[in-house]
């Protein structure tokens, strides 16, 4: 699934561009804000879902391969969360939305594809 | 859709029966709790992996009608007995939060 | 009515810590003043200016029974009405916001601002009133804890020279609930070993295992050192804190076991997979524990040859 694809059809706001942003390509969604829930993860290249706004989003994010961060019900990511994304080359989105409500609407992406 | 229909309509286990089986309204997904309480609405089906007794005070609190445990994580025995307590059902799934709520959502809209 | 000015979800980790570690009982009044049910309004008025209250419980003889609240709001609508000679039973609240005393400050910041009201009365496990709080009981509480604590987080790093037959090493202090810092030990292990071009499935396993045992430390040990080894087939990282320790070992790896409180829950750790996690991706994994001293958890990955 095409990040593009995802940047049209959710609603949401890009907060860092990272590495390789224009044609990023994600095989799978994680949603879970409990970051070893995340780290048991054995695929890479997914997108996290979550609505944890720290910097252990972005370092587990980074430790796992996961290219995108979409954090939801409007957080605004803590300060440091934005600096080490841009240090780790991480993109990261925010959306409106719930989790709940994002993940179904991510599936039928998913599924379509 | 009412509480006793999860089972069926998601492929999930229940794991607390003893609840009270009104119209589900909502779904919410989260795994922190202070944030299941600021955002989650009375009615719902909360979808996490937080299994915890706490979970069922902050369900209770909030309304909560049945819980769903995702990846198969284990529930501690004292986790059940709170939600007997409370009539709250629970239930597990190997699956995903992710998953979970994308059938939830689809089979919610649906019966609507 | 006044709210208090904290994001439960959002201040910072001491503040947040504090708002679940105290709990309700910790901070409420437990002289509670309060009325029957055929207490006439106007004295519950004179009670109120006496003793400098804005909310009187009724309640049974004993005071233990909760039927209803009497307000200001209440007085002064009865006052406008004119029919202050009234029982109380008749225009109290009875539509009651009640908190348990077992539940965390958070709860109870997070009932103030979403219900409005200037107080709450408080009950015990067997629906006993047992105090009464309000948002000044909250204020002064935070203040009292606030100035007890002074101590600032600090890490420090530290590289000490390698070893004959020693690739590399490193070692970091990491400090109990310095999330700030959290997770810089496992990145400099990380960023080591992306110099030496280590296939990227075993750099994982060995980022997991150097993040969960770091942020072990952050969450359940009085801080420590983790340090990081590698030899030409292996790397071995190991976190040595200096205490608690762990009662039951063999409990702290089953997953899903954790002594975490609400908070640390909140930030997004303590659901009992750390250990299991770094466990599993490690090759030889040891747990060496002793109450009251502390801990040494050492995990071992071979590198491919």
Not at chain 1, 85 to 92: N, Q, R, S
Not at chain 3, 154 to 161: F, S, T, Y
């Amino acid at each position: 699934m095409k990040l593009e694809t995802i940047l049209q059809r959710i609603p949401c706001t890009v907060v860092v561009k990272g590495k390789g942003f224009e044609e990023l390509d994600l095989r799978s969604i994680v949603a879970s804000d409990l970051m070893s829930d995340v780290l048991t993860t054995v695929d890479d290249r997914f997108l996290i879902v979550t609505s944890l706004n720290s910097e252990q989003v972005i370092r587990t994010a980074d430790i796992v391969g996961a290219p995108v961060v979409l954090l939801v019900n409007g957080k605004q990511p803590q300060n440091g969360m934005v600096r080490l994304a841009e240090e780790f080359g991480i993109t990261l989105l925010s959306t409106p939305l719930s989790m709940y409500k994002v993940c179904y609407l991510l599936g039928c992406l998913l599924e379509s594809k | 859709m009412r509480v006793r229909d999860l089972s069926e309509a998601l492929g999930i286990e229940l794991i607390q029966p003893e609840f009270e089986d009104t119209e589900i309204l909502d779904g919410y997904t989260g795994d922190l709790l202070s944030d299941v309480m600021a955002h989650a609405s009375s009615g719902s089906v909360l979808i996490t992996i937080q299994a915890h007794k706490n979970t069922i005070a902050v369900a209770g609190l909030v309304g909560i009608l049945a819980i769903i445990v995702a990846n198969e994580r284990p529930i501690p025995e004292d986790m059940v007995e709170a939600a007997r307590k409370e009539k709250i059902a629970i239930f597990r799934s190997k699956e995903s939060q992710f998953v979970l709520s994308g059938k939830l959502y689809a089979q919610l809209s649906s019966s609507r | 009515m006044s709210t208090i000015p904290i994001n439960t979800q959002e201040s910072p980790p001491f503040l947040l810590d504090l708002i679940y570690r105290l709990k309700v009982k910790d901070v409420m009044t437990h002289e509670v003043i309060t009325a029957r049910r055929e207490t006439p309004l106007r004295q519950i008025q004179y009670i109120m200016k006496e003793k400098g209250i804005t909310g009187v419980p009724i309640t049974d003889d004993e005071g233990k029974r909760l039927f209803g609240i009497v307000s200001m709001d209440d007085i002064i609508r009865a006052l406008d009405g004119g029919y202050i000679q009234d029982p109380a039973e008749r225009w109290m609240s009875r539509n009651l916001i009640v908190l348990e005393d077992d539940m965390p400050l958070q709860f109870a910041i997070s009932y103030l601002d979403k219900f409005r009201y200037g107080r709450f009365p408080v009950l015990n496990k067997d629906r006993e009133l047992v105090g009464i709080i309000t948002s000044r009981d909250i204020i002064i509480a935070l203040l009292v804890e606030v100035n007890k604590e002074v101590e600032k987080l600090e890490q420090r790093i530290v590289q000490p020279p390698s070893r004959p037959g020693e690739e590399a090493r490193l070692l970091y202090h990491v400090r109990k609930y310095d999330f700030e810092n959290a997770g810089k030990a496992s990145a400099g292990i990380k960023k080591l070993l992306l110099e030496r071009n280590l296939d990227p499935k075993t750099l994982r396993r060995i980022s997991v295992a150097a993040y969960e045992l770091e942020m072990n430390l952050v969450v359940h040990s009085e801080g420590g050192t983790l340090s990081f080894r590698m030899e030409k087939d292996r790397v071995e990282i190991e976190a040595k804190d200096r205490g608690p320790g762990i009662p039951d070992v063999e409990q702290a790896m089953e997953e899903g076991f954790s002594t975490a409180n609400e908070w640390i829950r909140s930030l997004g750790f303590g659901a009992g997979m750390g250990l299991p996690n770094a466990k599993r991706v490690s090759d030889e994994f040891t747990i060496d524990s002793r109450v009251g001293e502390g801990t040494t958890v050492r995990a071992v990955i071979y590198l491919p040859k």
